[in-house]
């Protein structure tokens, strides 16, 4: 997974909108602690930021194509600067750091699970599907889960406490199913409300525009038919190198604050994450990105055998919000998502666009001339009438190829019972509920600029501290 810490700035509103100990010089030992960069020695000698000694590896991509290079010269090109944004600064270029080891994923199961499978004290229910957290009505107190697994439902009952972390979908889900969220909503869908809390609301995401293609007239770039040759299969099992050890295609980015571009420690608003190939690269694609048949054939099926890049513009500090509804009481319902990304009066979209200009800049500098880099300039047919590349133009294409990056937070907002939005406090506790935490994505106040994988361990990471200290227990350093 692309490994990104978000901006200090980040943490710091957080611990402003009432939650202590989540500013970022409190969070940044929680970072620290579970790294392991030593596969990137030149970042390794920044102590203050990196860490050797933690159970999750970080890598650069064993492979990759010379196409992010001319990514990162363009970038200095352009008047930007390389930088190592999980450090002191965020703004600039960067291969991506990923959460890997010796070419494979190194999943957060891998680095904390594994190693204590073997623990008395632990024991994990694979294949189980929680139906809802137990709560005593009279005490306002949770005191088990019910779940159900192969077929049978069971009950286990929490000594202690309760901890959710089903995920920002998920939790939300589960708080509502079990009596805990809006009571309007609960009883429409015939739940009675144990606490009143607004658990689903302030849903964030980061979404970005697709499908923003680059020809090239080298065959530099990513082509499954050249990836998967016998060779390279060779030289993955062999030696975990090769094309094959290239975690998606995703190969460099670059944060951008659109409003102090020349800010060299500014906030970004906008990320760039640049793709050594796009959607023609391979035929699962399509399907990957959801894209409409009829726009297939139009738009891409014409360069389905070219070498192409592609660049997401992501917004970073999203100001739409969306919401997690039930669709019903049966935890077998998927919730409802709604993610409003266009309820925003434009500022979001008008982010995008600084994007696209920023990334046809690019595209037009040497390093990326090299490559004979020129934009796909087929239009998409139901914004075509508005002139390819004009803003009206993109701001259609927006709305028509839209891509979550699948950074849902928030639906749990931590914040002091003086916020009628949150549901959690600063300790993770859901307000008015006894011995019920929530500790996952969910809980993030405002998503930071960050990827949300590694936000999500810290949190996790700080939440066993709070548990142990709020159960007398001592806390190793
Ligand atoms: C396709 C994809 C790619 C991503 N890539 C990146 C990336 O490269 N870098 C990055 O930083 N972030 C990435 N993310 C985001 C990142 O994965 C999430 O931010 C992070 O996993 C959130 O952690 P979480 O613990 O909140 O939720 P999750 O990781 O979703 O964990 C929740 C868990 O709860 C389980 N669960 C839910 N409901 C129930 C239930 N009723 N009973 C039992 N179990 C339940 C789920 O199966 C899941 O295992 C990606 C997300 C997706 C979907």
Redesign the pocket.
Known sequence: ????RGNRRDYDRWAAAGNPGWDYASILPYFKKWENIDQIPELANDTVYHSTAGELTLQYPNWRTPLSDAFLQAGVETGGRLVDYNGEKQIGYSIVQFTMQNGTRMSSSRAFLHPIRTRKNFDIAKN???TKILIDPETSKAYGVE?VKDGKKFVVKARKEVIL????I?SPQ?LMLSGVGPKDHLTENNITTIADLPVGYNLQDHWALGGLTFLINTTNSIRSERVASIDNIIEYYTQRTGPLGAPSGTEALAFIDTKDPTNEDGYPDLELLFVGGSIVSQPFYKTAFSIDDRIYKKVYQPIETRDTWMVFPMILLPESRGRIMLRDNS?WSKPLIYANYFSDNGHDQKVILHGIRKVIELSKTKAFQRFGSKLHDIPLPNCAHHGFNTDNYWFCAMKTITNTI??H?GTNKMGPSSDPSAVVDPRLRVHGVGALRVV???VMPHVPA?????P?LMIAEKAADMIKEDWGISVGK
């Open positions: 997974m692309m490994h990104t189980a599907v929680v779940f972390s089903a995920g920002a998920n589960l935890p699948y950074h937070c996952d994505a969910s960050a990827h949300t994988n590694a999500t």
